[in-house]
């Protein structure tokens, strides 16, 4: 693995590297493909790895090097759809297959219903603001999980110490790659703690309220007035990691 890579982008996908103008998207994508050479791309992302696969059928699509999906619950190469055993084998000796587990405790409770997805190793839900309850997250913290709500409509509950922080540090760590020319990006409060990791940071300026209310007294992370991909680019200026 190279670790002399000029930029190690870790980005959300969804209202991030997806996120802005079609133009603003394009014009950035081929930004990054003319310096391919010099750039491990991650996407860091709460779809599945079968979601992240439909976006390779465009040709222009800058593919990735690793897929960190299911928020943070599942590693993999981009080019080859591998696990990086390392990483996965920590995550699935967290959670302890449970699934079944997750679903009994929650069965019932108000303001919930099971997104319709099936991933290994977290349990999603959609909840309901009116009628969601915070005795919901004591429940499962009680019972060893960590759970995050985000988008106001969104709960993962996720194997203990995981999320997309955690699950980038250890993979960085895996393919031994210097950390200090590593940018993450994100516009949700499931990308948060990828800020709390205390790498660079640029929340994107799309982003949804809460987050930004979490991540103004971080000095390392800042705060674009550009949606989506364009926020990405404004960011790695301000950091000083820009290629051309």
């Known amino acids: 693995m190279n670790s002399g890579y000029s930029l190690i982008l870790a980005t959300d996908l969804d209202g991030t590297f997806l ?14 493909q ?20 439909e976006l390779y059928e465009e040709p222009e699509f800058p593919r990735p090097d690793y897929i960190i999906g299911d928020v943070g619950t599942s590693v993999t190469c981009g080019k080859t759809f591998e696990p990086l055993a390392e990483v996965q084998n920590w995550i ?34 959609y909840y309901d603001r009116e009628t969601f309850r915070d005795s919901t997250l004591e429940k499962l913290e009680q019972a060893g999980f960590d759970a995050i ?37 994100g516009d949700t409060l499931n990308d948060l703690s990828l ?27 800042y705060r674009s007035q550009h949606p989506g991909a364009a926020g990405i680019w404004d960011g790695l200026k301000y950091h000083g990691k820009t290629l051309d």
Do not use: C
């Open 19 to 32: 996120g802005g103008s079609e133009s603003d998207r394009a014009e950035f994508y081929q930004y990054l």
């Open 34 to 53: 003319r310096h391919r050479d010099r750039v491990l791309l991650i996407f860091v992302t709460g779809r599945d790895l079968g979601l992240v696969q």
């Open 92 to 125: 699935s000796d967290r959670w302890q297959k449970a699934n079944a587990r997750v679903k009994a405790l929650l069965e019932g409770e108000p303001g919930l219903s099971l997104q319709p997805v099936e991933p290994e190793y977290r349990v999603s839900y």
């Open 149 to 185: 709500l985000s988008a106001d409509r969104f709960l993962d509950v996720m194997p203990k110490g995981v999320a997309k922080g955690p699950t980038l540090l250890r993979t960085l760590q895996s393919l031994a790659v210097d950390t200090d020319n590593t940018v993450v990006a």
């Open 195 to 221: 800020f709390d990791t205390g790498l660079k940071g640029i929340a994107v300026g799309n982003a949804e309220p809460k987050l930004i209310d979490r991540v103004q007294l971080m000095p390392h992370v």
